[in-house]
């Protein structure tokens, strides 16, 4: 009896000793305090419970959840084990595991404030958690085909048999969504107009299919000078079609708009990028507007403007009526 009393009374004095070191922040102690009080009485699921906690302060997540573990191995109708094991699953980043153990942990002890606050916690980290799953498949999955097939049904009627529109919507497409997975890596796009040249007559040597306008929109006098010298690079390029692609931020006059104004645009606040589809037969223009959600950018669904009245640039081909 004497042996088991002395026994006791050490693994009590461990066990305070690694509380108080716990207390103060000093885990590591702790933890291996409560290790030899372990080696005393192993089946004790309060040191268990104990040296989980500290392991988990020490990010030792995995002896931490195998201590969880055991805790409730001894002891599985006490709340603190699945509590513990809770927390752990918490910070390893499985919120549902970690929802399911607070659960039963609230089974044990229905009115305990800390459960419960745990629980509404892992709620909305799991919300959260699958949004941002859901933002970044958007960002890593851009099909803006899906949303242009208005446009793909107007071109393929425009050009008729004509062949080569189906070249036409790929360019379209191809810039937007190169477009797109640039402005979702720097939130941001060069202004550039890109042209489908013509493999047969274009002189390749001479004319490439990128022509950078950055200085474009820095006032009307060079605004005027870029659209007439993207006029002129259409002509002799033999292009099929451009499309323009410029972030909205660096269009600085509202002439841009023939006088409207940034007021009376229902995206004046809104970040974002102009495409704007030039052939002679089509011009398009769309606007894909940007948000900043789950702490990344994410392009929205690509939206027509009526051209006529935003146009970023005035007609670059002569216009002609397609073949029937």
Partial sequence: MAETKEGSGSEMSLKDQGNEFFKS???????????????????????????????????????????????IKLKPQWEKGYFRKGSILEAMKR???????????????????????????????????????????????????KHLDTMKSEMAGKYGSEEGWK????????????????????SSVDARVYFLLDKEKTQTDKYAPVVNIDKAFESPHTHSNCFSFL???????????????????IIAYPQVWKGQGSRKWKHAHSDGFFAQFESPSLRKLLFIPSSNEKGQTLCRDPEVLDIGAHEVLPRLFKEKMPRS
């Fill in 25 to 71: 922040g000093k885990y590591l102690k702790a933890a291996a305090l409560y290790t030899q009080a372990i080696k005393q009485d192993p089946s004790n699921p309060t040191l268990y419970s104990n040296r989980a906690a500290a392991l988990l302060q020490l990010d030792k997540l995995n002896k931490a959840l195998d201590d969880a573990e055991m805790t």
């Fill in 95 to 145: 919120y549902d595991d970690a929802l399911a153990a607070f659960q039963i942990a609230l089974q044990y002890n229905s009115q305990s404030q800390e459960v419960l606050k745990k629980i509404k916690r892992l709620n909305q980290l799991v919300k959260d958690s699958k949004r941002a799953q859901e933002v970044e498949n958007m960002r890593s999955n851009v099909d803006v085909a």
């Fill in 167 to 186: 070249d036409l919507f790929s360019f379209l497409v191809e810039t937007i969504e190169t477009a797109v997975k640039s402005w979702h890596e720097t």
């Fill in 231 to 249: 006029r002129q690079y259409a002509e002799e390029s033999f292009s099929k079609a451009a499309c323009l692609v410029t972030p909205k931020s």
